[in-house]
C-alpha cells in the first residue's frame, strides 16, 4: 500500500519561508516521478512542482518560479519542496503526489497517489 506523508506546513510571515517534506513507502521511490499540488478553499488544484526520478529533470508552475526548489533524496524515499519569498496568494494546503512514469507531467490525472496534504498560511 502506498504511503505518502506530508510534513513541514504552518503559519509564517510574508516573505518567509517554509520547507516541507514528504515520506514515502511502499513504491518504488527511486522509478516514481513526485510532484506537488496545491489547493486553497474554493479554488481548484493547482500544480506547484514536478520533479524526475532522477532529479535531474524539475518543472515548476508559473507562480512559484524563481521562489521555490523541488529535490529529492532517493536514500531517504523523500521528496521536498523549499518555499522562499513566500506571499499570502500561496496560502494552501499542500498535497505530494507520485506516479510511477518515465516523465514529468504538470496534470493531476497523471499521478495515481496522493498524499493527506500540509497546510501552509501566509499572513500579510
Known amino acids: 500500500q502506498v504511503q505518502l506523508v506530508e510534513s513541514g506546513g504552518g503559519l509564517v510571515q510574508t516573505g518567509g519561508s517554509l520547507r516541507l517534506s514528504c515520506a514515502a513507502s511502499?513504491?518504488?521511490?527511486?522509478?516514481?516521478?513526485m510532484a506537488w499540488f496545491r489547493q486553497a478553499p474554493g479554488n481548484e488544484r493547482e500544480f506547484v512542482a514536478a520533479?524526475?526520478?532522477?532529479?535531474?529533470?524539475?518543472y515548476y508552475g508559473d507562480s512559484v518560479k524563481g521562489r521555490f526548489t523541488i529535490s529529492r533524496d532517493n536514500a531517504k524515499n523523500t521528496v521536498y519542496l523549499q518555499m522562499n519569498t513566500l506571499k499570502p496568494e500561496d496560502t494552501a494546503n499542500y498535497y505530494c503526489?507520485?506516479?510511477?512514469?518515465?516523465?514529468?507531467?504538470?496534470?493531476?490525472?497523471?499521478?495515481?497517489?496522493w498524499g493527506q496534504g500540509t497546510q501552509v498560511t501566509v499572513s500579510s
Open positions: 520533479i524526475s526520478w532522477s532529479g535531474t529533470s524539475t
Open positions: 511502499g513504491l518504488d521511490f527511486s522509478s516514481a516521478v
Open positions: 503526489a507520485a506516479e510511477q512514469a518515465p516523465l514529468i507531467s504538470d496534470s493531476a490525472a497523471l499521478y495515481q497517489h
